[in-house]
């Protein structure tokens, strides 16, 4: 089993952006990434989901908005119980020269340091936490 620190760098192939921070969360059963702009639009008279990840004062933002047609809008229950409807779409992210396909939920976190949260669907079965430990995987693809 791979050991994962609490906060690491990851690549998102498909975004095209590499050493982007992420934090571990066990607390989370999905995976969360910062959008700037999350929106239903119409395009071809065919209904997909449009956004743009990160903001402005990332940089790692492009401006690029990305068009899903595969998507999902779930409830998602904060640590605080607070209750809210998210989409979800599949993203790929490499974590120590692995590629895991999984479902992120698309959020505003706005003033938070890591863009990413990597929840328990993710982690389990693939990863230990060693919550002393940071970097491990961005250290390993720098050898």
Do not use: W
Not at 75 to 102: M, N, P
């Amino acid at each position: 089993m791979i050991v994962i620190g609490r906060k690491d760098r990851a690549e998102l192939p498909s975004l095209g952006v590499r050493n982007v921070p992420v934090k571990i969360d066990s607390g989370a059963y999905s995976c969360s990434i910062h959008c700037d702009y999350v929106q239903e639009e119409l395009v071809n008279d065919q209904l997909v989901l449009a956004v743009i990840f990160f903001d402005k004062n990332s940089i790692k933002y492009s401006g690029e908005k990305y068009f899903f047609q595969s998507y999902k809008k779930k409830k998602v229950k904060s640590s605080t119980g607070d209750e809210q409807e998210r989409y979800f779409v599949q993203l790929s992210i490499i974590l120590f020269g692995v590629e895991y396909q999984t479902d992120f939920s698309l959020t505003k976190r706005n003033g938070l340091k890591n863009p990413i949260l990597l929840g328990r669907k993710l982690i389990n079965n693939n990863f230990l936490i060693d919550t002393t430990k940071i970097n491990l995987s961005f250290r390993a693809s720098k050898l």
